[in-house]
């Protein structure tokens, strides 16, 4: 070989080399970025193309599967029935807005490209098939998810209903919703429509006010108040002073009751049947701010829970004063909550004290119905007692027999619950809030329903009033 031919074979050899060594950079260490790329529209067509899995409610009830159709992508992501009740839980699929709730949580498995489906996929790929997703199995009762949406009746707002004993979600709805198969769509121009009109919607139907916002908890955060005071060494018949009027310290604001509290100085038990705000402002500004901050710390409060639908962090404020401490005690202030921050104090105190850590997905099962991945109940924390959770449950079964929520009644069930109202700014409505549990003997369900707005005169609005006959209902539906 020449001197000239060895020069070009050399450099075609580089060249070569370098050529590969691009190529295998690009599959190793690229791929994901590149995949990942908002411009890269034919990585988006591959997987809005897939066989994705179901996810089921118990029953099964069928909450969003995918089916063949004969177009570019070969497969359309539906939601079969009452898309909008199950939209909080299920989320949409879209082709230009990406995913949300289990939708996202779940993405890997539904699409069938989780590590855990590996063997599979190897499978698929060696026989010449399209990877086929698993199928997400949920904890919702579709009676319970139906009663609860029934129940709100196009008002603004939400219902959490969970299982206290394992921390399973049996209900999740917020009013008002959306039909996910608008934005899951093939049509992408009509889906990008249905996206715009949704998100400038004022009425805000694409949040999850169940698990995603949070808000005044009002009185039902009293339930708080007086486990901090249960487990400070006092008992429900701890004497408490309830004036009519309680001028706030270091201020000239005067707090008021909304309901006659019976005398102005009447035990804690007394206090949480009749919802007595002074009563509960004097409770809080005795224990202070940090053993309320670490009251509801221990009930899950500055925590994120229910990862799989990113659920926010429920509040009470880093350093209140005086005053502020007392607002807190009942739940006005800077106290925050999600509903299903309130069911898991609620679900906490039915279950003896210990919370429990909520789940909405129960089994994923691959194409052949093995079990791939299952959840275990595990304890979140220990929020009080058995003996003194034992006692709030007792004070909350006298609210609903003898106080304020006794619209929660249910014959020959015994029912503890806490209503709550919720003061914001003069301008808008008071919040409505109710939550419960039931069988006071044996609690398997633990419900919050929070009503944003009621569309009613505002002295109308009370959560007793409005709320408590909804928890009623989506707890008969477990119980049925």
């Known amino acids: 070989m020449n001197r000239p031919i060895r020069r070009v074979s050399v450099v075609a050899m580089i060249m070569f080399a370098l050529l590969l060594a691009n190529a295998t950079y690009t599959v190793l260490v690229r791929e994901g970025t590149l995949n990942a790329d908002p411009a890269n529209r034919r990585a988006r067509d591959s997987e809005f193309g897939q066989d994705r899995g179901p996810i089921l409610a118990v029953g099964p009830t069928e909450l969003a599967i995918t089916e063949p159709v004969d177009d570019q992508y070969g497969y359309q992501r539906v939601y079969p029935d009452d898309p909008e009740i199950y939209a909080p839980v299920t989320g949409y699929y879209s082709y230009d807005h990406a995913r949300t709730a289990l939708e996202n949580s779940y993405n890997t498995e539904l699409a069938g490209t989780d590590d855990s489906l590996f063997i599979r996929r190897l499978m698929d790929t060696i026989t010449g098939q399209k990877p086929t997703g698993a199928t997400v199995e ?7 998810q139906r009663a609860a949406w029934e129940g709100l009746d196009g008002r603004k707002g939400a219902v959490v209903a969970m299982n206290p004993q394992t ?20 049509d992408i121009a009509d889906a990008n429509a249905a996206w715009t009109r949704l998100n400038d919607d004022p009425d805000r139907p694409l949040a999850n006010r169940g698990a995603r916002e949070i808000y005044p908890p009002g009185s039902t955060f009293k339930l708080v108040t007086a486990a901090a005071a249960l487990e400070d060494g006092m008992n429900p018949d701890t004497q408490v002073d309830s004036p009519d009027k309680l001028t706030l310290p270091q201020t000239n604001t005067q707090l008021g009751n909304d309901t006659n509290c019976g005398g102005t100085r009447i035990t804690i038990d007394q206090a949480l049947r009749v919802s007595c705000n002074t009563a509960f402002a004097n409770l809080g500004l005795q224990l202070g701010d940090d053993k309320l901050r670490d009251q509801a710390s221990r009930f899950g409060f500055g925590s994120r829970p229910l990862p799989e639908l990113a659920a926010a962090a429920s509040r009470y404020p880093d350093d209140p004063n005086a005053p502020q401490t007392a607002l807190s005690a009942i739940g006005q202030g800077d106290v925050a909550a999600s509903p299903l921050q309130m069911t898991m104090v ?13 789940y909405l ?13 299952q959840k275990r109940p595990s304890v979140r924390s220990t929020a009080m007692s058995e003996d003194n959770a034992r006692a709030l449950r007792e004070m909350m ?10 619209n929660a009644q249910i014959s020959g069930i015994g029912v503890g619950g806490k209503t709550g109202t919720a003061q914001t700014t003069p301008e808008r409505p008071p919040y409505a809030w109710f939550t419960a549990f039931a069988p006071a003997d044996n609690p398997t369900v633990a419900v919050t329903v929070f009503i944003e707005e009621a569309d009613i005169p505002r002295n109308d609005i009370a959560g007793g009033r409005l709320a408590a006959p909804i928890a009623k209902d989506v707890m008969e539906a477990v119980l049925r």
């Not at 949920?138 to 319970?144: D, V």
């Not at 921390?167 to 093939?186: F, K, R």
């Not at 997905?361 to 991945?373: A, H, K, N, P, Y």
């Not at 079964?397 to 006794?406: A, C, H, K, L, R």
Request: no cysteine; glycine share 12%.
């Open 397 to 406: 079964v006298n609210v609903v027999e003898d106080g304020t929520g006794s």
């Open 138 to 144: 949920t904890t919702i009762n579709p009676a319970a």
């Open 361 to 373: 997905v129960s089994t994923v099962r691959g194409e052949d119905l093995s079990v791939i991945s």
């Open 346 to 358: 609620t679900a906490g105190i039915a279950n003896g004290g210990k919370v429990m850590d909520p």
């Open 167 to 186: 921390g399973e979600v049996l209900a999740m709805v917020s009013s008002p919703s959306y039909d996910p198969n608008e934005i899951a769509s093939h």
